[in-house]
């Protein structure tokens, strides 16, 4: 009974949308693996004379005759072998490579994202990995001495590139950080550090023009949908 349950929650678990969005891939790939087994159980549910018809004709091509395979003299098996196929996919870009018109209009946007894609990669990278180091940790006053002490090789290490970053820059540099990690900086450090520190430094983002809590929208943002695109498109080197 256990076992039933167990199977059941998982089941659902795995229907879950947010889930079958992120395995959309695999889903497909198990789409196609039924559809096939479906049409391999078809002569199952046949009638016994069109079996028959089916095994008398020879003019059929090999991947419609049935062989009967006997179950131990209670049940019959009816197999069916299918031809070989090839599943392959067509790639094709989500999005149009920009005019030279665009390229002109827009060569700031395009600018600004080929100089922060690299220190938002590496942001992600560093508060995935320390926040895995911190699961490991034995208490909560080994984490804040962590912490702080990550807070400070950051700022000794990164704070001279990032005082060269424009406005602009900055601001586009939040939005990727959302849309890499789902979350605003607002909401990481909130999680790293509790809300008092995490409204401190969105006041002082604000005084400079930046918004720590922006989320990044390119379905109803038209600024932002520009970025996804040209972010898209200099990813895949199609952006010259």
Known sequence: MRLVLWKRANILKWCNFETMEKNKGILQFVAVCMALLLVGMLPAFAQKDSVANLLADTTRTHSQKLAVVPSGGIDTIYMHALPSVMITHKWRPRFAPLSSQEKAEYWRRIRDVKRVLPYVDLVCDLLVETYEYMETL??????????????????EQYMPEMKKLTRSQGQLMMKLIDRELGSTPYQIIKAFYGPFKATFYSLFAEIYGGKLNSRYDPKYNRDDALTERILYLYQHHMLD
């Open 138 to 155: 034995p208490n909560a006053r080994a984490k804040r001495k962590h912490l702080k002490r990550f807070e400070k090789e950051l700022k």
